[in-house]
C-alpha cells in the first residue's frame, strides 16, 4: 500500500512503537491509572482475570434484556461472548457487515478488518435470502441494505450495546474505538454500553490513543483515518438546565469498562506490542494457504498462535497451528512493530512441546533415531 511509504507514516510507526513499548512495560501501572480515572469520569470499571469472569459480568448487566447488539471485536470473539448469551436465552445482533455475514453464514471470521473475505457474492446473496427470508439480488450494494435493514430494525429492540477498543487512555479515561461503517456510534446511544478490552490495548494518554488506531488504520485499510474515531470518556450527560447534571442525554446513561488479563500478564511483552491491523496474516503463505485453520478465534497467523498459548494453554495453540508456521518471518517484515513472531513461535513451540503436544512426524523422527540412529528410515 502506498500509503506505507508516507514519510509521515514511517514517522507515526515509529511514534507508536515507543509507545507500545512503553506501555507493556508499565500495564500495571497504566491499569491502576485507568481505574481511577473512569471511576473519576462517571464510568464504571472492573477487571476481568479470565473470559468466564468477564462473561458473568457482562451477563449480570443484560441478563434482563432479550436482545443486545454488538460491534466487530476479537477481545469479544476470545471470551466467546457470543455463544455464552445465546446459551443463557438471549439473542445477539453482530452489527458489522462482515460479521453479520458470518453470524448468518454460522461459520468463523478469516481476517480481522474483513472477516467474510472468504465467501463470494452469490453465497453472501443466497445465505441472506434464507436466513432474513427476502428477495436479495447478487449484487454487494442491495446485500448491504437488505442487512443494513434488518439489523436496524433488531437495534430498535436493543437497550445495551457491546464493543471493543482499539485503544484505551489510562491518565484521561478514555476509550478510543476507530469504524468506516457506524455502527460503533449507533451502539453508544444505547441505555447501557459495555466496553471489553484486553489489558494490553493500554496507552498512557488519549494521544497516544489516536496514534495507535491511526497507524492501525493505515496498516488495515490503506487510508489515512478510518470514516469514524468515537473517544467515549464517560456517560452522556448535561447540564443545560441550571448547571445541573443530567446524565442519557442522547447517549448511554451507563458505560462499563471492562479490562481483560485471561493470561496477558503472562505474555511475552513483543507479543503484545500488536496492533491489530492484520497485516501480517495477508503476507503469511501459511495463512493464505490454510485459511483460519491458521489461527484460533480471531487470532490468526503467527502471532495468533503463539499469543492463543498464553490465553488458553499450550493444547489450544497446539490445534491452532503452532507448528505449521514455516519461521520465514515475512509477519515480522510487514508488522509496523516489527514484532519477531518467528522467535516468539519458536519458544512456543518448546513450551508445548514440553507439554506433550507433537505431530506424529516428530514421534516418527524421534523413534527413528532412538532405533537407527538417524532421522530417516
Known sequence: ???????????????????????????????????????????????????????????????????????????????????????????????????RIIQLMNDEPTHPTAPALHFNIQEIANITRKKLKVEVSANPEDIMKTIKADVLE???????????????????GSIVMVHNEGNIGLLTLKNTHIIVFGIDKLVNTLEDAISVAKLETAYATGAKLPSYINVVSGPSKTADIQKMLLKGMYGARRVVAIAL???????????????????????????NTMGYDFGYKGYLGGRGVAFTRFIKGERASFEAGIYMCTLCSRCTQTCPLEIPIADIIEDVRCQVQRAGYTLDAHENIRRNIKENGTPFR
Open 154 to 172: 433488531k437495534l430498535r429492540k436493543a437497550n445495551v450495546g457491546i464493543t471493543g477498543a482499539n485503544a484505551v487512555a489510562a491518565s484521561d
Open 1 to 99: 500500500m502506498e500509503i506505507i511509504e508516507d514519510p509521515l507514516i514511517r514517522e507515526l510507526k515509529e511514534n507508536v512503537k515507543h509507545i507500545r513499548e512503553k506501555s507493556i512495560k508499565n500495564l500495571k501501572r497504566l491499569l491502576e491509572k485507568a481505574e481511577e480515572s473512569f471511576n473519576c469520569n462517571g464510568m464504571e470499571f472492573y477487571m476481568a482475570k479470565n473470559g468466564e469472569e468477564a462473561n458473568n459480568i457482562i451477563y449480570d448487566i443484560v441478563k434482563d434484556e432479550e436482545i443486545v447488539a454488538k460491534s466487530k471485536s476479537n477481545t469479544l470473539s476470545e471470551i466467546g461472548i457470543v455463544d455464552f448469551l445465546g446459551k443463557k436465552g438471549l439473542e445477539v445482533i453482530e452489527t458489522d457487515l462482515g460479521d
Open 261 to 287: 488479563d485471561n493470561g496477558r500478564s503472562k505474555t511475552p511483552p513483543e507479543c503484545l506490542w500488536c496492533i491489530g491491523c492484520g497485516t501480517c496474516i495477508t503476507s503469511c503463505p501459511v495463512y
